[in-house]
């Protein structure tokens, strides 16, 4: 399988994201941000940033307790969640209780970025699984699943997984080289064992759904391919899902504007050398208006 249906403006106007609405922050959404370690405190504030660049209205962080007092400075417009914090600097096994009672009350969840892997990971995504908020999971996250068709588990909707070639590798139990290859191949794998929608991403990205259907974004800019890149793009499509987006239509807007905000900033500033917290400003301009 070498190619997808090319994402485009077409592809876009298939997959509409939902009408701008006017009401308070509530009527937009609200989306929790579950990420950041004491290594990688950063992670949680790209993600947050551009979820609400995306248009997400009522933004909630669950971050580890010693790093909560500095994101909810740096990040104002949240309401900041300490949870419990393991020696190693990552959430503790008492923090997902609380973790599984705030998703309940969210529409979106963002979780992975910056967290450290392992067992709480797990039990972490296992409680994400049984929440009834549409899901975008990256990084730590995605070391932590078990395939959903071994699973007594019903969701309404899919999950989105936002794997690199490494951790897609990781989910099908296969090598690295194998998934290059063929990523689209490797993509539909996952996307029926995991029944979710899944990101193929590289230099050339790959959506790809459980039906079968793929499309493939190859614009963009060599700038995207920087620290911190892959956080605002799990950010953007936390945010479109929080404003009612459907899995699909979340990760198809994501991945473009994600490449068009790079092709923005590499006729502003250069083809590399601009920031990833730099990428989430290009997004309201690019959003449907």
């Known amino acids: ?18 009408p701008i609405v006017d009401g308070d922050k509530e009527s937009k959404g609200r989306i929790l941000i579950i990420a950041g370690s004491r290594e990688v405190p950063g992670a949680a504030l790209l993600a947050a940033t551009a979820a609400m660049r995306a248009g997400a209205g ?4 669950a ?6 007092p500095q994101i909810a400075v740096a990040m104002p417009e949240a309401m900041v969640i300490a949870l419990a914090e393991h020696r190693d600097g990552g959430f503790a096994r008492s923090a997902v209780r609380q973790i599984a009672d ?3 009350e969210s529409d979106a969840i963002v979780a992975g970025p910056g967290m450290t892997g392992g067992e709480t990971c797990k039990r972490i995504a296992d409680q994400l699984l049984e929440s009834p908020a549409q899901l975008a999971l990256d990084a730590a996250l ?42 689209i191949r490797s993509a539909l794998r996952a996307a029926q064992l ?20 793929s499309w493939t974004y190859s614009g963009g ?12 793009l799990a950010g953007i499509v936390g945010g479109l899902l929080s404003r009612g987006a459907d899995p699909l239509a979340a990760l198809l807007w994501g991945v473009w504007l994600h490449g068009e905000a790079g092709a923005a900033l590499a006729q502003k500033v250069a083809p590399i050398g601009f920031l990833a917290r730099e990428i989430a400003e290009e997004i309201p301009a690019l959003l449907p208006r």
């Open 1 to 18: 399988m070498k190619s997808g249906t090319p994402l485009d403006r077409s592809a876009l106007d298939s997959n509409p994201l939902p």
């Open 58 to 61: 009522k933004l909630r962080i």
């Open 63 to 68: 971050t580890v307790e010693s790093i909560a």
């Open 102 to 104: 705030e998703a309940a």
């Open 142 to 183: 995605l070391h932590s699943l078990s395939p959903l068709e071994d699973e007594e588990l019903e969701r309404e909707t899919l999950p989105v997984l936002l794997p690199h070639a490494g951790e897609l590798a990781s989910l099908l139990n296969m090598d690295e080289e194998q998934v290059t290859a063929d990523p």
């Open 194 to 213: 995991y029944r979710s929608v899944v990101l193929a991403k590289g230099v050339t990205s790959h959506v790809v759904h459980p039906d079968g259907r």
């Open 221 to 232: 800019a060599p700038g995207l391919g920087v620290s911190g890149s892959g956080d605002v």
